[in-house]
């Protein structure tokens, strides 16, 4: 059904409906759009615009297609321009003339940035309550291997020996971050629009700060002008999904790159493998590459809003419509890739041999050598070059650090007696990192246990959004 056409003579050719048409994606709007006419029909009813017995009437009828719609016994048909159109006939068929009623004081302007604001509030809260569990997940992976030793990289290359544990740990912290973004964010984006009408507010006397409360909204739009064509909040929300893309991504990376035959050290589970259809001995990380390929389509629904946001005059233009699918396809996106990625980390097993044998290779504890001269009051930039030259000279005759002699150390450094072979052990060197946030392996276990209290608390403060959000939806 169109819900315009009293000044046209022509009607839109069917080229000019195909471009124009958003039903054949934005239906996944009509739960938030019935719920927004609800609390839109109250404040007709409040303002007597409407009297309460048509007002009863469409409330029904409303309701009733609430039921219909999640039922899929009411579907948008050919002829619907959009969602906000195929809900009106719903209501038309069933009221007559009265189903058009609701169309006082409102356009598709404010209607359609309610709706989805709403859609946006209540995916993304689904997201970070997604995010919780991978985080749990994660944790617990890491408090597996809070003991193993591995070597800590910087530029790829063997940097410090770490717990293996405070490795996987860390990308905890980076979703923690993404559940916090989105926290503000749902503070920034709870703002009704509804009363705004096509630009410039209504004659009508609406009160868009009533519908903002009844709509669970913390607050009304201050401009309606603004409160018409800001598209901040999808933005935002898409930015926050491209960066929890990229966590996604970096972990696809380290996945695909310590399961490399080369390192060995990752272990990935059958069921989070795939084969190849030509070399029957293939077992590749699919799920790993897909996570890190997936991040480039959250990037470019980012790129594609900014874009179409740019340089957007005025009020409502119908860019505009153009907010929706980059938003629908990065939360769909994520859905995929949040389980798939959970699981495969839940069941990787990490070679705990292999990287115990390789955590002192490559030199990784000269900085221990540096630091036993400091504790001897040598400075700095001295002990540096001697533990440089150990390295040096290890390289000449090819052996490891703790393999140099007591005279070979002497000659280095007269600091550097036998007893430096001390802090030339893996279990020491890591057992010393005890600074707070250090990969010592008792303070990546107090690390673990304040982050499984922070995802807590951060499903609690989650869950009691998603309740209030479900329990307006059924009002
Ligand atoms: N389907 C449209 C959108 O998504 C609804 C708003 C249409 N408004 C208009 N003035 N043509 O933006």
């Given at each position: 059904m169109a819900l315009w056409g009293g000044r046209f003579s022509n009607k839109p050719t069917d080229a000019v409906f195909a471009l124009s048409q958003s039903i054949s994606f934005d239906w996944r709007l009509a739960p938030y759009d019935l719920r927004s006419s609800l609390a839109h029909l109250a404040v007709l009813e409040k303002a007597r615009l409407i009297s309460k017995d048509d007002s009863g009437k469409i409330r029904e009828a409303l309701k009733e297609l609430i039921g219909e719609v999640s039922s899929g016994k009411f579907l948008p048909d050919?002829?619907?321009?959009?969602v906000h159109s195929a809900l009106e006939r719903g209501l038309t068929e069933k009221?007559?003339?009265?189903?058009?009623?609701?169309r006082a004081g409102r356009s598709r302007n404010d209607q359609v940035t309610t709706d989805l604001r709403l859609f946006a509030i209540d995916h993304m809260l689904s997201l970070a309550l997604m995010l919780t569990e991978m985080i749990e997940v994660i944790l617990d992976k890491a408090s597996e291997y809070a003991n193993d030793a591995a070597p800590g990289f910087t530029h790829i290359q063997h940097a410090q020996p770490i717990s293996f544990g405070h490795e996987i740990a860390k990308h905890a912290h980076a979703f923690a971050r993404d559940i916090d973004r989105i926290n503000d964010w749902i503070q920034r984006t709870s703002v009704s629009s509804l009363g705004a009408g096509a630009l410039s507010g209504s004659s009508l006397e609406l009160d868009p700060v009533f519908t903002a409360k009844n709509l669970g909204f913390e607050r009304s739009f201050e401009n309606s002008i603004d409160a018409v064509s800001d598209r901040d909040y999808v933005a935002e929300a898409l930015f926050i999904t491209s960066l929890i893309g990229v966590h996604l991504s970096r972990i696809g990376e380290e996945w695909t790159l310590l399961g490399s035959t080369e390192f060995s050290w990752a272990k990935i589970a059958d069921e989070y493998s795939t084969g190849s259809s030509i070399m029957p001995q293939k077992k590749n990380p699919d799920m790993a590459e897909l996570a890190r390929g997936k991040s480039g389509r959250l990037i470019g629904n980012l790129m594609s809003v900014l874009t179409m946001l740019k340089g957007l005059p005025f009020a409502y233009n119908?860019?505009?419509?153009?907010?929706?699918e980059p938003l629908f396809d990065s939360l769909d996106t994520l859905d995929l890739v949040i389980p798939a990625v959970s699981g495969m980390i839940a069941t990787t097993n990490f070679n705990r041999e292999k990287m115990k044998l390789s955590?002192?290779?490559?030199?990784?504890?000269?900085t221990e050598i540096a630091d036993y001269l400091v504790r001897k009051n040598v400075p700095f930039a001295q002990a540096h070059e001697a533990a440089g030259a150990c390295v040096a000279l290890c390289e000449k005759t090819s052996c490891e650090l703790h393999e140099l002699s007591d005279h070979q150390f002497a000659e280095i450094h007269p600091s550097l007696d036998p007893s430096v072979r001390e802090v030339l052990t893996i279990q020491g060197a890591l057992a010393s990192r005890t600074t707070a946030g250090g990969t010592a392996p008792s303070q990546v276990l107090v690390q673990i246990s304040n982050a499984k209290k922070k995802t807590l608390d951060q499903r609690k403060e989650i869950t009691s959004k998603m309740k209030a959000f479900s329990e307006m939806m059924g009002a």
């Open positions: 050919d002829s619907d321009e959009d009221l007559g003339t009265l189903g058009g009623a609701l119908r860019d505009l419509q153009e907010d929706k955590a002192p290779t490559g030199f990784s504890l000269a």
